[in-house]
């Protein structure tokens, strides 16, 4: 019975220091591929980097025609068609590198994100290209737009929280210049057009009037038209006292002698309204009617361009008047809901969570080289 025990005792021992050897093996990997990277990252993370203030604001672009701006509710229930397209302009250009350089000249971007107070690993390297740069500023710089609600949020991450606020303040208001500049650039845009056709109709009402004018003052008449109109008017009133006049005469023969004094004075009123009548029909028809229709035949085209004129500058006025109203309408600027932010705390790096993931990183890794090698192993044995 004890010869048994005594073949079995080597055996057990063997697979206890295999057993203790593995997990030794274990803890060492542990230590070195877990435990001790994640205590280089609570370093690193809770002393070495250096930390980040985020300043946060929300704006929105809002048309003039538009409800005003204090009832937020309706703001977001009713943002326009294009709204949503000038939105997305506004986000383009913030996050764009004229943006970029404009708190580059203006606003000291590189002397602030480049100080040596800053880790190395946060810091931008002054010596970067523009392409780095701009990869560094989208970094820390962001825009989120909220199409549901028309609101843009804008975030800035910076060194302290004066700089944060400070940049984000800049590029609002660069933001709000820029929608100003487009808002005034398509309403001249939309009033040129009918500017021009005013100015075109002010041209042509000058010229005809001027064209009238000289023709005034080389005839005799200022009025030809007028003047043939009262000529026909007096003529037809002459006839309708002839008319009479000889009708009173066909009575008076009826009635008294031959040369009673009643019928010499009508006789004499009807030779009398015949003659005018006479002299009336030669103006219209002899050698001063020719000058009279000559007159007119040149006198009523520059009447009728006058008038034609007149009526295009009255039309084009109205289209100029209607054009500004809609071009007000159309006016764009940017409502700011919320101003940036001032920090009180640091927002990045968060050490709990960055600590944790790179704990979690780590075991993925190892779980990884493990199989790995385990594989390798598994098939140069075969």
């Excluded at 803890?27 to 690193?44: K, S």
């Excluded at 109205?318 to 001032?342: C, F, G, I, K, N």
Aim: charge should be negative; glycine fraction near 4%; aromatic fraction near 6%.
């Amino acid at each position: 019975m004890n010869a048994p025990l005594e073949t079995k005792g080597p055996a057990v021992n063997t697979v206890r220091q295999l057993r203790r050897m593995r997990a030794r093996r274990l803890v060492r990997r542990l230590g070195l591929g877990v435990v001790l990277p994640t205590i280089l990252a609570t370093l690193y993370y809770g002393v070495l980097v250096t930390p980040q203030f985020e300043s946060v604001s929300s704006f929105t672009v809002q048309a003039a025609d538009a409800p005003a701006a204090p009832q937020l509710e309706l703001i977001f229930a009713s943002v326009p068609g294009n709204a949503g397209r000038d939105a997305q302009l506004v986000r383009e250009h913030a996050l764009s590198r004229d943006m970029l350089k404009h708190l580059i000249e203006n606003h000291g971007f590189i002397e602030h994100y480049a100080d040596d107070s800053v880790d190395f690993t946060s810091r931008l390297d002054a010596s970067s290209g523009s392409e780095e740069i701009h990869d560094y500023y989208l970094d820390h710089f962001e825009v989120e737009y909220d199409s549901a609600a028309g609101l843009l949020k804008l975030r800035v991450r910076a060194f302290d929280a004066e700089s944060a606020q400070r940049f984000a303040q800049a590029i609002l208001d660069k933001s709000e210049s820029m929608v100003n500049d487009l808002s005034s650039r398509a309403r001249t845009d939309r009033t040129s057009l009918a500017q021009g056709e005013l100015e075109r109709a002010e041209t042509r009402l000058s010229e005809a009037r001027a064209a009238l004018t000289e023709a005034q003052s080389e005839g005799s008449e200022l009025d030809p038209v007028q003047s043939a109109a009262a000529l026909y008017e007096l003529r037809a009133q002459l006839e309708a006292q002839l008319a009479s006049a000889r009708a009173e005469l066909s009575a008076l023969r009826g009635t008294s002698a031959m040369g009673s004094p009643e019928m010499v004075a009508q006789q004499r009123r009807v030779s009398a309204l015949q003659r005018q009548l006479d002299e009336q029909n030669e103006r219209l028809v002899g050698e001063s009617g020719a000058s009279l229709r000559a007159a007119i035949s040149r006198f009523e085209p520059l009447v009728v361009e006058k008038e034609f004129a007149e009526r295009a500058y009255s039309s084009a006025l109205s289209s100029l008047e209607m054009a500004r109203v809609d071009a007000a309408r159309q006016h764009r600027y940017l409502v700011t809901l919320a101003d940036p932010s001032h920090p009180s705390d640091a927002t990045y790096p968060n050490v709990l969570w960055s600590v944790l993931t790179f704990l979690v990183l780590c075991f993925a890794v190892m779980g990884i080289g493990t199989l790995l090698v385990a594989s390798v192993r598994e098939h140069a044995n075969v």
